[in-house]
């Protein structure tokens, strides 16, 4: 890894060795969990599934914006630094699994259970990358204050469905992460915490639709629910 980091600052500058190092680390974080699950005792096999999971999420985070929404695409896209609340998170997820694997390493060692967590986590990604695509052009990591030249109101789809499927991919595969390290503490954590950031988001983002769409946008929540458990958004009585 440190060759390849040479390697790379020397011939490229910029975004793109940014990029180029970012890609290269997440390479790194899911080869490891390939090697951990396959390799490594039975206590530790989900914490390689994990891995796998959290760098492809990343990875695939820039990847999707690069192909729908290029004009916007950054070293941010990969939301690695998605804030301080996010680090803190997964630091912690890593301090229970590995106290709980060290007093009770068996614990660790529930697949099946483990396993219906990967299966959220797979199913969330694919969601939320269905949503980026669908889209297009209208996505964006961060809610935009102003309305764009080519934005429009999606309402196909999976919008035709649920107003927000990216937040409802994202929520399932964070709480499905947790099931996977077989967290007990922080699934129920991670559930709460990120029940809030999307109920806050949420309403943050519908404010400036309705501000964007007016009429449009108040008859569509009335026929599409947010899609995630007690959250209604930001409504407006007529």
């Known amino acids: 890894f440190i060759g390849t980091h040479l ?24 080869s490891w ?16 599934w994990y891995m796998c999971v959290l760098s492809f999420f990343h990875y695939s985070e820039f990847l999707a914006i690069s192909v729908t929404n290029p004009t916007t695409l950054t070293i941010d896209s990969y939301i690695l630094d998605h ?19 060290w ?15 990967l299966f959220l986590c797979v199913g969330g990604e694919i969601l939320r990358k269905l949503a980026m695509y669908t889209a297009g052009r209208n996505f964006t990591h961060t809610v935009r204050s102003e309305k ?4 429009t109101l999606v309402v196909t789809g999976l919008y035709s469905l649920v ?17 996977t390290l077989l ?24 404010i400036t639709l309705l501000n964007f769409f007016g009429y449009d946008y108040m008859d569509y929540q009335k026929r599409v629910p947010t899609g995630l458990p007690l959250i209604k958004g930001y409504l407006l009585e007529e």
């Open 33 to 48: 969990g390939i090697f951990i699950a396959v390799l490594a005792p039975d206590s530790y096999t989900v914490f390689g």
């Open 163 to 179: 107003r927000h499927p990216s937040y409802v991919g994202w929520f399932y595969w964070a709480v499905g992460t947790q099931i």
């Open 7 to 30: 390697i790379w600052r020397l011939l490229l500058k910029n975004f793109l060795y940014e990029v180029g190092m970012r890609a290269c680390f997440l390479g790194a974080i899911f």
């Open 103 to 117: 007093f009770v390493p068996d614990m660790k060692t529930y697949r099946r259970i483990a396993a219906i967590g």
């Open 148 to 151: 764009g030249p080519d934005q």
């Open 83 to 101: 804030s301080l609340d996010y680090k803190i998170a997964a630091a912690t997820s890593w301090v229970e699994f590995f106290i709980e694997r």
């Open 183 to 206: 967290n007990p503490l922080c699934t129920i954590a991670y559930a709460l915490a990120s029940w809030k950031f999307f109920n806050d988001r949420i309403t943050i983002e519908e």
